[in-house]
């Protein structure tokens, strides 16, 4: 498909929060209505199935049919002791990539208004008097709004504030591996290692899991970071492998990540361009959740753009996804794991213990209210966080 010389909304990525935006648009959209003409940029020419989310199902959102397993227990463990919730009402569920791009994909076929271009490479956006011109690799677009979902730059990573979140994920074929169907492992702590290592379980039938080994750290070219990135199944995972599953585990597909668990300065343009998803800050900084929080900000992107068709007023603004007290014990808590990484195991074991399973999914959700916020609070050994925002105290107080 060639580009049009112009559409109403140019939306540059169809990752997670591109997609999200058009399913939103979609359901949100009033019936039998006339919708925005929409294209969504991607560079990729084929999709991989390399990737899963994870969250808790516990707010509406497009995707709802697409999800793949759903496990109302979790669990945390650390140093020989572990901490297990439930809450089966608000399980803990996985939304496979390809699943997810299927239901959207199915949403923009149904729509005249929209497309999806491939093998598209932005080059440039500039402003126009009435809309932003996009050049690419097939051409020129001027779009009246664009949202720019492409990996922020590194200028836009506050760096020296937070980690990277590494990680590399096998989907293991293990007859009969024994792991509990009903329990999602979210944390168990992997002693021996520098700085904060935990393995990632989800069993997925009696014959399969995904098992992910995780590393916070504040370099991301580190040894141990590029070890996790590359191609090959790292040793300490392989290691893992062999020590809990035995010798007969098959690798079936891989996944891996770095993620910017940081603060994230959008990079803007005029108030025709929005940054969303990572470029946009919409992953939360502390925990590398995403899903949640993208779906918060895809729908309210979505009424935003309802409301600008009907009024032909063009312009978009941030969204709003956390309240600044979050925010800032986000900042706390990742500055706290700077200084003290290898004590951090034992504040994530601390945090789940002395909190309910509500107030936990509620808190890594993007929806926790002041009490659960208090509760978080008081399970924190207090020494180390008021050191963490001691800085933050005496800066905000310059101002």
Not at 89 to 104: E, I
Request: aromatic fraction near 8%; charge should be negative.
């Amino acid at each position: 498909m060639s580009l049009p010389k112009e559409t109403d909304i140019a939306i540059l990525g169809a990752g997670l929060a591109g997609l999200s935006i058009a399913s939103w648009l979609d359901e949100l959209a009033p019936a039998n209505a006339a919708l925005p003409r929409l294209h969504l940029l991607e560079a990729r020419e084929e999709d991989t199935h390399d990737r899963t989310w994870c969250f808790w199902d516990q707010a509406p959102h497009p995707f709802g049919d697409a999800i793949s397993h759903r496990w109302p227990n979790w669990q945390v463990s650390h140093a020989g002791q572990q901490v297990e919730y439930s809450d089966p009402d608000h399980p803990y569920a996985m939304l496979p990539a390809d699943a997810m791009r299927r239901s959207a994909y199915n949403r923009i076929a149904i729509r005249d208004e929209f497309s999806l271009v491939r093998g598209v490479k932005v080059n440039a956006i500039a402003p126009q008097s009435e809309s932003l011109r996009i050049t690419t690799s097939q051409g020129q677009l001027n779009a009246k709004v664009v949202i720019d979902t492409r990996p922020p730059p590194m200028n836009a990573l506050a760096e020296s504030q937070g980690v990277w979140q590494v990680f590399h994920g096998v989907e293991v074929h293990q007859p009969h591996h024994g792991h509990d169907l009903s329990k999602a492992c979210l944390m168990d702590f992997q002693a021996g290692h520098s700085g904060i290592h935990f393995v990632y379980l989800l069993p997925l039938d009696e014959h399969h899991l995904l098992v992910e080994w995780t590393c916070f750290a504040a370099d991301r070219h580190s040894e141990v970071c590029q070890t996790l990135l590359a191609a090959e199944l790292p040793w300490m995972l392989a290691s893992w492998l062999d020590d809990h599953l035995g010798k007969g585990w098959v690798v079936q597909r891989s996944e891996t990540g770095c993620l910017p668990m940081m603060p994230v300065t959008p990079p803007s343009l005029n108030s025709r361009y929005l940054s969303a998803g990572i470029r946009g800050g919409w992953m939360r900084p502390a925990t590398g959740y995403m899903f949640a929080s993208c779906q918060l900000g895809a729908a309210d992107v979505a009424r935003q753009l309802l409301k600008a068709h009907t009024h032909n007023r063009w312009h978009l603004a941030p969204p709003r996804l956390r309240s600044p007290a979050l925010g800032w014990m986000d900042k706390v808590f990742l500055q706290a794991i700077r200084q003290h990484p290898d004590a951090a195991s034992g504040w994530f074991l601390r945090l789940f213990a002395n909190t309910t399973a509500a107030q936990q999914r509620r808190f890594l959700g993007d929806q926790p209210s002041a009490g659960d916020l208090l509760a978080i609070m008081q399970a924190l050994p207090p020494g180390p966080f008021m050191r963490a925002a001691l800085p933050r105290f005496s800066t905000s107080g310059g101002h």
